[in-house]
């Protein structure tokens, strides 16, 4: 099992930057894939932006550029650095990670999420 722990939600002002992180911990064989997601209130939970092993990036297109995702394999860690941000961007963000285990079973872990909230 994999555990996530978030850091860097909080409240900013529209046109401001924030760095999300999550570190994974527990035990697994390989994470192949770490992510961000968010989800909005009355709203369903979309993909933000997703990194694969082989540092294959994938990005909503409302990004536009503004955010960029990186992955430390070292420390089990992925960040999401968020720029010019929108009110439109106000959600819960919530980390995401696919691993395998020492069989090599594929399973997924989902952070507790962390809020980042946009004032206009």
């Known amino acids: 099992q994999v555990q996530l722990v978030e850091s860097g939600g909080g409240l900013v002002q529209a046109g401001g930057s924030l760095r999300l992180s999550c570190v994974a911990s527990?035990?697994?064989?390989?994470?192949?894939?770490m992510g961000w997601y968010r989800q909005a209130p009355g709203k369903q939970r979309e993909l933000v932006a997703t990194?694969?092993?082989?540092?294959?990036?994938n990005y909503a297109d409302f990004v536009k550029g503004r955010f960029t995702i990186s992955r430390d394999n070292a420390k089990n860690t992925v960040h999401l650095q968020m720029n010019t941000l929108e009110p439109e961007d106000t959600a819960v963000y919530y980390c995401k990670v696919d691993y395998y285990d020492s069989i090599l079973l594929s399973f997924t872990s989902w952070g507790q999420g962390t809020q980042v909230t946009v004032a206009s």
């Open positions: 990194i694969g092993s082989g540092n294959k990036i």
């Open positions: 527990g035990k697994f064989f390989s994470i192949y894939a």
